[in-house]
């Protein structure tokens, strides 16, 4: 059996390796002028991001052995996994005050399928267990709510004229946005679509790799990797629903995209209503 020191091992070779490779994704980001709508580059993002991970890493590989045997502790790093997901989340998709409904779509997902896999004893309270399991989770969740925000939040700032539109028809503004912004949200599904149709073709998860090396079957590697990749449909199918449905009633946006309905689309609403 592959033991997981031989697959990767911690030494100084490695360490270079990590380092090139974060400068390499920093150059090219660079060289490449990637940026948000704002123009913001992300090359600095990409920086800061490999080193956040690094300290946070080396962090909580050094604090998980006492998390896990303390079930006080247990539960509070797993609220704090949720809670900084939510931040994430919410400044990823807005910079105003709204951003606090992204934590709804988050434990809207992961919280019912937690508590399930918790109640059934399938996954058991266990911070060895637990923390991997809901840390995989909340991350999915994190995703699908930060993809179907921004997508959806963008569509309806470039397409304001169709749901005025749709309001000047005499659609509810709930509705008017859902028309717009639906088809957009609901890309962020395919990433989770793609790596569950594909799994065992083109990849092999973190989930299955981990289970062999600690010296589980291929068929119990095979049955865990499949609970995650459906645990993941849908913890990301009900976060977009979600948050697709807090942007449709404006709980959740960017001040922009919030704008009333402008003067032409009242007048036209007011002469059909005649």
Same mark, same amino acid.
């Not at 169709?162 to 890309?187: M, N, Q, Y």
């Not at 090396?213 to 849908?234: D, H, K, T």
């Given at each position: ?7 990767? *091992? ?6 270079? &390796? ?57 539960? =509070? ?46 996954? *058991? ?9 809901? =840390? ?9 709510? &930060?993809?179907?925000?921004? %997508? ?12 005025? /539109?749709?309001? /000047?028809? =005499?659609?509810?503004?709930?509705? /008017? %946005? ?23 073709? &083109? ?34 199918? &009900?976060?977009? /629903? ?15 995209? %919030?704008?009333? *309905? ?6 036209? %609403? ?5």
């Amino acid at each position: 059996m592959l033991a997981a020191a031989t697959l990767l *091992p911690v030494n100084r070779t490695l360490a270079v &390796v990590l380092a090139l490779l974060l400068v390499t994704a920093v150059t090219v980001t660079a060289l490449a002028r990637l940026a948000d709508h704002r123009e913001r580059g992300y090359a600095r993002a990409v920086a800061l991001a490999g080193l956040r991970a690094a300290v946070q890493l080396a962090v909580v590989s050094t604090l998980i052995g006492w998390v896990v045997h303390r079930a006080a502790s247990l539960v =509070g790093f797993v609220l704090l996994m949720f809670g900084v997901a939510a931040w994430t989340a919410g400044r990823r998709i807005t910079d105003n005050r709204t951003w606090v409904w992204a934590a709804l779509p988050i434990a809207a997902g992961v919280g019912p399928v937690v508590a399930v896999l918790l109640l059934t004893g399938l996954v *058991p309270f266990r911070g060895v267990a637990l923390i991997p399991v809901a =840390g995989i989770l909340i991350g999915g969740g994190l995703t699908a709510t &930060v993809l179907a925000g921004r %997508r959806a939040l963008d569509e309806l700032r470039t397409r304001r004229g169709e749901v005025e /539109a749709g309001l /000047a028809l =005499g659609l509810l503004e709930r509705d /008017a %946005r859902l028309e717009v912004a639906r088809p957009a949200a609901s890309d962020a599904l395919l990433p989770g679509l793609d790596q569950t149709r594909t799994v065992g073709l &083109v990849t092999l998860p973190g989930a299955f790799v981990g289970m062999l090396l600690g010296g589980a079957s291929p068929v119990q590697a095979g049955a865990v990797q499949l609970f995650v990749l459906v645990a993941l449909l849908a913890v990301q199918a &009900v976060a977009v /629903a979600v948050v697709l449905e807090l942007i449709a009633r404006g709980r959740l946006h960017r001040d922009a995209s %919030r704008r009333r *309905p402008s003067r032409r689309s009242r007048t036209l %609403r007011g002469a059909e209503g005649e």
